[in-house]
């Protein structure tokens, strides 16, 4: 039998009763119960982002093979405990790629020209009410509207092209976020353990050098113990009360507490989260604030791209099962 660990995909779903005995965990409310009941039929696990196999869970499936994410990140899945007891891993990388970069220069654009706040303007009937022009944000009777509209305490909208974009973790979702960001005309520089040797993007040896010389600060890392909290409180005022983070990576990389009194404080100029340290809890102090952008995760929800991820799956247990090589074999 395969266990899926949490709902993530109704197509993956089907996809999977269709070829297995598929158990979905969430609909048993006893879960001593359902160990006590299926441990011994369960051969593989599916996990996602927010629940996958952890030490726990591995030691309570004794004829557990394969355990396949629906994720390129592997934080929720114990690696060492699967290498040690011969367990195979496999995740979905590149099919998004793509979709998390676009959505992380998405979130850039949406933080600096205050793409959401300006549709709520223009939702509430503002727009009409008071004239407001977006032009014209030097015109004096304006200035009152523009403290409705905007956040006094950063200021106006602000220019996205040629700002300095600092990344850390040039890996695959790294790298293209850079090059999008290239063609924006920012100038590139990275942090990463050791220099990359074929990129001519400036590398900084640390996160605070790479925050204080960057305009807006991207988290594009895996999450693994050394780079929980990797955005620190002195990351955090390196950054300054100009600079933007980004975070379409886990929430556990920035200290979200931080983070928050930072924004409130205006130590930190803006912030576009995709991922939040306990979600789906998301700081309410944030929903107050104009310079963020808040969203649920869906940095890989394309529904093109989803698609791919779960016939990626599928692949890597079908493949597994029928003694082929794995699609894409991490452990
Ligand atoms: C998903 C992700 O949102 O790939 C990852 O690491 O975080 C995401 O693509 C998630 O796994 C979907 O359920």
């Known amino acids: 039998?395969?266990?899926?660990?949490?709902?993530?995909?109704?197509?993956?779903?089907?996809?999977?009763?269709?070829?297995?005995?598929?158990?979905?965990?969430?609909?048993?409310?006893?879960?001593?119960?359902?160990?006590n009941d299926y441990a011994h039929s369960i051969r593989a696990v599916v996990g996602n982002a927010t629940a996958?196999?952890?030490?726990?869970?591995?030691?309570?499936?004794?004829?557990?093979?394969?355990?396949?994410?629906?994720?390129?990140?592997?934080?929720?899945?114990?690696?060492?405990?699967?290498?040690?007891?011969?367990?195979?891993?496999?995740?979905?990388?590149?099919?998004?790629?793509?979709d998390v970069a676009d959505l992380a220069i998405g979130l850039m654009l949406a933080v600096l020209r205050r793409i959401c706040e300006c549709d709520r303007y223009v939702r509430k009937g503002l727009w009409k009410a008071g004239d407001y022009d977006l032009t014209s944000k030097l015109n004096v009777p304006l200035a009152r509207h523009c403290i409705n509209l905007l956040n006094v305490r950063c200021g106006l909208l602000?220019?996205?092209?040629?700002?300095?974009?600092?990344?850390?973790?040039?890996?695959?979702?790294?790298?293209?976020?850079?090059?999008?960001?290239?063609?924006?005309?920012?100038?590139?520089?990275?942090?990463?353990?050791?220099?990359?040797?074929?990129?001519?993007?400036?590398?900084?040896?640390?996160?605070?050098?790479?925050?204080?010389?960057?305009?807006?600060?991207?988290?594009?890392?895996a999450l693994t113990p050394e780079t929980r909290y990797i955005v620190n409180c002195d990351v955090i005022d390196a950054l300054g009360?100009?600079?933007i983070l980004i975070n379409i990576g886990r929430g556990p990389h920035v200290d979200e507490k931080e983070m928050v009194s930072a924004l409130l404080d205006g130590r930190l100029g803006g912030a576009g989260l995709d991922v939040f340290e306990n979600e789906p809890e998301v700081p309410d102090k944030l929903f107050g604030l104009e310079n963020v952008v808040l969203l649920p995760h869906v940095a890989s929800g394309t529904e093109e791209t989803r698609k791919e991820m779960a016939d990626i799956v599928i692949g890597n247990l079908e493949a597994y099962f029928q003694n082929k090589p794995l699609l894409t074999p991490v452990v």
């Open 158 to 221: 602000s220019v996205f092209s040629g700002k300095t974009v600092g990344i850390i973790g040039l890996g695959r979702i790294g790298l293209a976020i850079a090059k999008r960001a290239e063609a924006f005309g920012c100038p590139i520089s990275y942090y990463t353990r050791s220099e990359k040797p074929n990129t001519n993007y400036k590398y900084y040896p640390t996160v605070v050098e790479l925050a204080t010389n960057c305009d807006i600060l991207v988290v594009a890392c």
């Open 1 to 35: 039998g395969v266990l899926m660990v949490c709902p993530m995909s109704t197509y993956l779903e089907q996809q999977l009763e269709k070829r297995f005995t598929l158990l979905c965990y969430w609909n048993f409310s006893d879960k001593k119960q359902f160990i």
């Open 241 to 243: 009360a100009k600079g």
């Open 52 to 98: 996958g196999a952890d030490a726990e869970l591995i030691e309570a499936l004794p004829e557990l093979e394969i355990v396949a994410s629906f994720s390129v990140g592997l934080d929720k899945i114990d690696l060492n405990k699967c290498k040690e007891k011969g367990i195979r891993v496999t995740n979905t990388p590149d099919v998004l790629t793509d």
